[in-house]
T-cell receptor, first 116, second 111 residues
Framework: DADVTQTPRNRITKTGKRIMLECSQT?????MYWYRQDPGLGLQLIYY???????NKGEISDGYSVSRQAQAKFSLSLESAIPNQTALYFC???????????????FGPGTRLTVL | EDQVTQSPEALRLQEGESSSLNCSYT??????LFWYRQDPGKGPEFLFT???AGEEKEKERLKATLTKKESFLHITAPKPEDSATYLC????????????FGAGTTVTVRA
């Protein structure tokens, strides 16, 4: 079974609708992330969470919100979807880096979201 | 602000034709440079982390190297299954969580 799972894998919705994307992990990592990927651009960080009570905005948080329901679950919501939120969305997890090492993030399979 | 530039944007290779991908970075105090592979419709798959200039890591036909300004991903005698987009990311300074990604290099290997 995959270590990081995302649901749904594909979603088509209309402008103004509320959408929730879900992420679950079995890696036992404390840190979880949501990224957005657009063609020709690097992955951009939307939100990140160091634990259930520690949630932080990333580079492009406007129009998004998140909820960390448990160590293993981190969901992303679009309160009122708009067409320029059409993109690939990825959830990722990481362990807490130890010393000078670590930092690797492990990604889920992604959700392709289309907002009409 | 951390900057990561990957070149070329796309690379078409014949099977067996070795080549290199470049990742140039501008950061203040590199903590780590990460290489990922991404197949169409899938999430990035972790390949390597490099921490200091001069470091090298290998996995099958892939070899990653690091200098103070750039990293190279060498693909030796590629096969069609090496076709993918290769992403480079950096982590720097006091930040031990945020990855700054380049836009990637899409490699196509023809049989």
């Amino acid at each position: 079974d995959a270590d990081v799972t995302q649901t749904p894998r594909n979603r088509i919705t209309k402008t103004g609708k509320r959408i929730m994307l879900e992420c679950s992990q079995t890696k036992g990592h404390d840190r979880m992330y949501w990224y957005r990927q657009d063609p020709g651009l690097g992955l951009q960080l939307i939100y990140y969470s160091f634990d259930v009570k520690d949630i932080n905005k990333g580079e492009i948080s406007d129009g998004y919100s998140v909820s960390r329901q448990a160590q293993a679950k981190f969901s992303l919501s679009l309160e009122s979807a708009i067409p320029n939120q059409t993109a690939l969305y990825f959830c990722a997890t990481s362990d807490v880096p130890s010393g000078a090492g670590g930092g690797e993030q492990f990604f889920g399979p992604g959700t392709r979201l289309t907002v009409l | 602000e951390d900057q990561v530039t990957q070149s070329p944007e796309a690379l078409r290779l014949q099977e067996g034709e070795s080549s290199s991908l470049n990742c140039s970075y501008t950061v203040s105090g590199l903590r780590g440079l990460f290489w990922y592979r991404q197949d169409p419709g899938k999430g990035p798959e972790f390949l390597f982390t490099l921490y200091s200039a001069g470091e090298e890591k290998e996995k099958e036909r892939l070899k990653a190297t690091l200098t103070k300004k750039e990293s190279f991903l060498h693909i030796t005698a590629p096969k069609p299954e090496d076709s993918a987009t290769y992403l480079c990311a950096v982590q720097a300074g006091s930040n031990d969580y945020k990855l700054s990604f380049g836009a990637g290099t899409t490699v196509t290997v023809r049989a």
